[in-house]
């Protein structure tokens, strides 16, 4: 995985809310095994028509906006535990998604995958939504290090909670067996003390 440590970027606003995994990535898609490929498909039934065509009252065909945060409404990543959804995400660009309350198991692959859920108050999420839909250009800060999130434009500085294991993977770009092998020197040694053969 890429390394994550701090991301300043714009961002792309999604008010929806209960945003389940279904509309994040349709199960019509989820024949693959690779991660690969599945952006193109990110929200497809609320991106494009019948024909194929962009929906132009949709958020993420407006060029307004762009960056590779997505704020997204309360309770975003819910319905069923596909890790398709997080595939779908980082595949397309995002690396961080912030709202007010992710569904665990969404959380819990998000993190496997790169992708970091910000969960923030509702009042901040308000504001998020509100100055980002006003101005496109308008810039977030996020430190995973600190664990904080930053919005200059409006004075926000929020601290957020994060696993201190899933942390460390994130900081390192390491996945659950990266982490094991960054830890080998300590097995061996636990191993040659405690372990006869």
């Keep these: 995985m890429e390394k994550f440590s701090k991301l300043l970027s714009s961002a792309i606003p999604l008010i929806q809310e209960n945003v389940d995994t279904d509309q994040i990535i349709p199960a019509r898609f989820l024949k693959a095994t690779s991660r690969e490929g599945f952006g193109e498909h990110l929200f497809k039934d609320w991106r494009f ?4 065509e962009p929906k132009s009252n949709f958020i993420l065909n407006d060029s307004e906006y762009s960056g590779s ?7 975003f990543g819910c319905g069923s535990s596909r890790e398709h959804a997080a595939w779908a995400l980082v595949d397309y660009g995002f690396r961080a998604v912030i709202s007010s309350y992710f569904a665990d198991i969404f959380k819990g692959n998000a993190l496997n ?7 923030v108050s509702s009042n901040t ?3 998020l939504l509100a100055v ?6 308008t810039l977030l800060e996020i430190d995973l290090e600190a664990q904080l999130l930053r919005v200059n434009k ?10 201190t294991y899933k942390k460390t ?10 982490f094991l092998m960054s830890q080998i ?10 372990i006869e053969f």
């Design 169 to 178: 993977c994130l900081l390192n770009g390491y996945d659950d067996i990266d």
């Design 125 to 127: 999420l308000r504001e």
């Design 69 to 75: 945060i997505l704020v997204a409404g309360e309770n």
């Design 132 to 137: 980002v839909q006003l101005d496109p250009m």
């Design 154 to 163: 409006i004075g926000i500085q929020e601290h957020f909670e994060i696993n």
């Design 113 to 119: 995958n790169g992708l970091l859920p910000v969960q």
């Design 185 to 194: 020197d300590k097995v061996s040694a636990f191993e040659r003390k405690y």
């Design 49 to 52: 028509d019948e024909y194929g």
